[in-house]
């Protein structure tokens, strides 16, 4: 999975009322799965890499979920994620230069299939626009 | 907005280790957006009505975002949310028997063009499947 991508998608919140509040931001992201590969990817995410999950948090990635959905014959995953940093790129930058995180998205990557605009953009996960939050 | 659907994709996590653990029940669903109404729709859902985002908080509803995306040339709407009751099929009757709930979904429901499977299922969002979650 790679993030170096996107900010305008992101949007602010301030998280749970009962804690500290904290200040996240939200990001949500759609690829296309390939059918060949689909139960690989599923497989890979059954059972995610514990060195992958670690640089996750290490990045400031929290409440992280990935979903599936055939729409109109073809397979799509949809990302949905939590920030916490302060410079997501940097973070995303750390992810991109760790190892293990580069071998997982040697087994990801050729699973997904990117839409027209993030492909063009050397991008796997294209950028969705928010239209509403409650938090 | 229907909510009367689902139970198969929701995933069950522990939130926020900072603070008291509280579960939480995730919930992801696509449908599609009309063109010729995708103004209205954005519009609606930047400025929700007080009164039905006091009944999503009163039915247990929290951290809920609305997204959108093209794909192959359509408009989709992603939905992600917490559900924080313990009935959520009692908390979603209180939605769908509350009379501003009900009016709000006048305006919203002639906007989305759901996907086969839940449109043959009287339903608006239809569901995706976690593949994947970090906490």
């Known amino acids: 999975m790679k ?16 804690c500290a509040p904290a200040k996240v931001q939200r990001y949500a992201w759609v690829t296309g799965l390939k ?13 995610p890499w514990p060195s992958v999950s670690k640089q996750l948090r290490a990045s400031n990635i929290r409440n992280f ?5 055939d729409i109109a014959g073809k397979k799509y995953l949809f990302a949905y994620l939590e920030y916490t940093g302060k410079d997501f790129a940097a973070d995303m930058k750390k992810m991109a230069d760790d190892p293990e995180t580069r071998r997982w998205w040697k087994e990801t ?5 990117p839409l027209p605009d993030a ?17």
């Not at 993030?3 to 009962?18: C, D, P, T």
């Not at 590969?37 to 059954?46: D, F, G, I, Q, T």
């Not at 990557?109 to 299939?113: A, E, K």
């Not at 492909?119 to 938090?135: F, Q, S, V």
């Open 3 to 18: 993030f170096h991508l996107l900010a305008a998608s992101a949007g602010i919140a301030v998280v749970a009322s009962s």
């Open 35 to 47: 059918p060949e590969k689909a139960e690989y990817y599923r497989k890979l995410h059954a059972n």
């Open 65 to 69: 979920s990935i979903y599936e959905r």
């Open 109 to 113: 990557d050729p699973c997904q299939s």
């Open 119 to 135: 492909k063009k953009a050397g991008k796997i996960w294209a950028d969705t626009t928010e239209l509403y939050h409650l938090d």
